[in-house]
């Protein structure tokens, strides 16, 4: 998508051109609020898509294209619990299955813009320390534009400045529990991102290296979300906070072994820059895959 450096194509065409990767991260996250919950785990996943077709004429191209994907969590889950903070209480094992489609133009002078929107479904559990299992489903909705220019430093290296903005949202089903009702009331959120890339070019007998290092600033807008527990006595509420700023740093690199076929590979650092209300922690993640055009 944005990371293209396809040349400009006039007319209509139908590229061919398949992409899959594998991805994994590992979290340590604390959520503010009633309960200050912490998750510790880990997320496997991947996703394949494919460009339907491209358009363009002598300004720039445009791709258009869809994706599907899956991934499965499993964390630990700490928090509040007989009047004691940080105490384990149990396990959260969410599965998520997503797809979307996604419209990139790219200009003649290096200038992307990326879109994307997704829709998600959700089909998990979570367990307490007494093995009591309850299955959490839902679903959720996800809007994403993102943009950059690159700007020439030698006949290998580029720095690109890019700006992106993602709105999502999520409904998650009521659940029945011994002698209560669990509701979660989420409000949604607004994330805004920028960031630099520096990225290279290396053509050799080999094929074409392209390697990239990238550091960004991510900012959650604040927004609170609640769990209800009704009974029949009463209703008890439960805020959690998800605003939160991060900061990531991270570096890849894209193999062209031939025009058809290309590898790439990514890892990037993920790290909390505000310890007040809000998302706190740290999180490693890297994905590997591959493109082919038929």
Do not use: C
């Amino acid at each position: 998508m944005g990371d293209e450096g396809a040349q400009v194509v006039q007319d209509f065409t139908v590229p061919g051109r398949f992409w899959g990767r594998a991805l994994a991260d590992d979290a340590h996250l604390r959520m503010k609020g009633d309960a200050q919950p912490t998750v510790d785990g880990h997320l496997y996943g991947f996703q394949l898509g494919v460009d339907l077709f491209r358009f363009g004429g002598a300004g720039g191209h445009h791709d258009v294209g869809v994706y599907g994907g899956y991934t499965d969590g499993n964390y630990r889950v700490n928090g509040f619990a007989g009047g004691l903070l940080d105490q384990n209480v149990g396990r959260l094992d969410p599965h998520t299955y997503y797809g979307g489609v996604y419209w990139t133009y790219m200009a003649n002078n290096g200038f992307y813009a990326d879109t994307v929107v997704q829709a998600s479904w959700y089909d998990g559990s979570a367990r307490n320390v007494n093995g009591s299992r309850i299955g959490i489903k839902g679903t959720g909705i996800l809007a994403s534009v993102e943009m950059g220019y690159p700007v020439k430093l030698s006949n290998t290296w580029s720095l690109e400045p890019q700006a992106q903005l993602i709105a999502q949202g999520s409904s998650i089903n009521d659940v029945a529990i011994t002698n209560a009702t669990v509701i979660q009331h989420g409000q949604g959120q607004l994330t805004g991102r920028v960031g630099l890339r520096a990225k290279g070019r290396f053509d050799t007998a080999s094929g074409s290296f392209q390697p990239y290092l990238r550091a960004n600033l991510w900012r959650s807008f604040g927004t609170t979300d609640r769990t209800l527990f009704v009974t029949p006595a009463a209703t008890t509420a439960i805020s959690t906070f998800n605003s939160a700023l991060w900061a990531d740093a991270g570096g890849g690199l894209t193999w062209s072994l031939s025009p058809r076929l290309a590898v790439y590979g990514e890892a990037t650092h993920r790290f909390s820059l505000d310890s007040g209300r809000g998302v706190t922690g740290h999180s490693t993640g890297g994905s590997i895959g591959l493109k082919l055009a038929l």
